[in-house]
């Protein structure tokens, strides 16, 4: 599996091959079963039921790095974050900070494109109940990491939605960057900011669940302002 990540040349290899990647049986079990059963509102639909890629500019300068994709979001449509009411809140915040150029992402050929952003998960299957296994995290890791490696030249922010992207940011850190984490890591909070040498800019923001926008923990404004301090540290206008 790291090997293959490894091999990737570029983004449309690594695209294909993470899509092809059947390295942790739970997780296949569950994309495939749940793909298989779907949710009453998508029964017409033909779900995606595999790992689900990366996406936007290959060239970005910001990315938002997320947990896993949803059973009946990225599972289903085939595109990270697409579909689901966490991507309704997500691209409606890129559209506002103009990152992406329309506000809802709905279908893998709705037409949506990212401008200097890129959207990748830290785990590339959808787990159950949204929590993968340590073991699962640290399998995928290696195609986040070729990923991140891939986009390495133009990279200057990473957005980490919530602390178990913000965890699996430092390993990223050490095998692309070779840059040694600091010690205690530095704690998760909305608005955290980690600044290392030779490193991109690490931001911290709640997850955009619905457990956290139904219940005004995680605000239209708040979202706002960690798109505005990436934009700003990134140098995208
Ligand atoms: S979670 Fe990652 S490593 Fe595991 S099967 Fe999916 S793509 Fe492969």
């Known amino acids: 599996m790291v090997a293959r990540a490894t091999r990737a040349a570029d983004l449309t290899d690594l695209d294909a091959a993470v899509a092809d990647c059947f390295a942790c049986p739970r997780l296949v079990t569950w994309r495939e079963e749940v793909a298989r059963t779907r949710r009453a509102a998508f029964r017409d639909q033909e779900y ?6 990366g996406f936007g500019d290959p060239e970005a300068r910001i ?7 949803a059973a009946h979001g990225g599972n289903r449509t085939g595109r990270i974050f697409t579909g689901d009411r966490s991507g309704d809140v ?16 709905v279908a893998a050929d709705d037409g949506l494109a990212l401008r200097h952003t890129r959207i990748f998960a830290a785990v590339r ?10 073991a699962e995290r640290d399998t995928c890791a290696p195609w986040l990491h070729r990923e991140v490696d891939l986009i390495r030249p133009t990279l200057r922010v990473v ?3 919530g602390a178990f992207a913000w965890a699996a940011w430092w390993p ?7 840059v040694r984490p600091p010690s205690p890591r530095p704690s998760f909070g909305h608005g ?23 219940t005004g923990r995680l605000t239209p404004g708040m979202l706002d302002d960690v798109f505005a301090r990436a934009k700003q540290l990134a140098g995208v206008d």
Do not use: I, M
């Open 48 to 53: 995606w039921g595999r790992p689900v890629p």
């Open 63 to 69: 990315a938002v790095l997320g947990l896993a994709p």
């Open 90 to 105: 997500l691209f409606a915040a890129l559209h506002r900070a103009g990152l992406a150029n329309q506000p809802t992402s």
């Open 125 to 134: 299957c959808a787990p159950p109940d949204n929590k993968p296994s340590p």
């Open 159 to 161: 957005v980490a939605l």
């Open 172 to 178: 990223v850190a050490r095998h692309v960057y070779g």
């Open 192 to 214: 955290a900011h980690w600044s290392g040498t030779a490193v991109p800019e690490l931001l911290g923001c709640y997850h955009v669940s619905q457990q956290n926008t139904f």
